[in-house]
């Protein structure tokens, strides 16, 4: 796990997927619940510290584990800058 933080400019340079609502993890099947970094921007602010299928356990002080898509979306849309609590999954072939 690690900690990063990202400010808008002018988005947070990255896409998600996932939530309580959602069919999980496209990355790692046996993952059920969780946010997940589907996309990130070559350009964008998140480019040097986020992957594809990154898991956001926390943004700021909201728990992102239990979170549906929609909820985790207007956050992220409505924060300038966002403190990401991250889990990286390493043995992920990303292609």
């Given at each position: ?11 947070l340079?990255?896409?998600?997927t ?6 999980g ?9 969780g946010?997940?970094?589907s ?6 602010p ?13 943004m700021?002080s909201t ?7 929609n ?5 992220l ?14 043995k992920v072939?990303?292609?």
């Amino acid at each position: 796990q690690f900690q990063v933080q990202i400010s808008k400019n002018p988005g947070l340079g990255f896409s998600i997927t996932g939530g309580i609502d959602s069919n999980g993890n496209p990355f790692q099947p046996h993952d059920k619940k969780g946010i997940f970094i589907s996309k990130v921007q070559s350009d964008g602010p998140a480019k040097h510290c986020l992957r594809r299928g990154d898991k956001i356990l926390k943004m700021n002080s909201t728990d992102f584990t239990s979170i549906e898509h929609n909820q985790a979306v207007t956050l992220l849309k409505t924060t300038h800058t966002v403190c990401l609590l991250v889990e990286r999954i390493h043995k992920v072939n990303l292609v």
